[in-house]
């Protein structure tokens, strides 16, 4: 897998393995409407124009396999993990794993000692923040 920064060019093929991941891989353990809640294919478009800008606001990397996208993560400034996701054919890879530690590695480099993030628990649908190094 290569590692790369993120282009504007991007946005609509992470919004599609955004929404894809969301309502294969995680169909299993949410109800429809919860899947609905967090990706709603109705909102895709507005997504892609939000999501262009905190993209590149953001620490933002592409994990790419043979010049397909199969995942991508970004941490904001301060030190928030906000978005990761790998496609539904490539999970249990090491892709997410191999992501963040360039995410981190990038972090450290503007200063960051931390980061932060919000993980569902797919056992009871609530979320807590943790701190990685």
Do not use: C, P
């Amino acid at each position: 897998m290569r590692n790369r920064t993120f282009q504007s060019s991007d946005i609509n093929q992470m919004v599609s393995l955004f929404y894809e991941t969301v309502h294969s891989v995680n169909a299993r353990d949410y109800a429809i409407e919860q899947l609905n809640a967090w990706a709603l294919k109705d909102e895709m478009d507005a997504k892609v124009i939000n999501w262009k800008d905190s993209l590149a606001r953001n620490i933002t990397f592409i994990g790419e396999i043979n010049d397909e996208i199969v995942g991508f993560g970004d941490v904001t400034r301060n030190g928030y993990l906000d978005r990761l996701f790998t496609h539904e054919n490539f999970q249990g890879q090491g892709i997410a794993t191999a992501l963040i530690n360039k995410l981190e590695t990038e972090a450290r480099k503007i200063g960051l000692t931390k980061m932060e993030l919000r993980q569902a628990s797919q056992q009871n649908h609530s979320w807590n923040a943790t701190s990685i190094r």
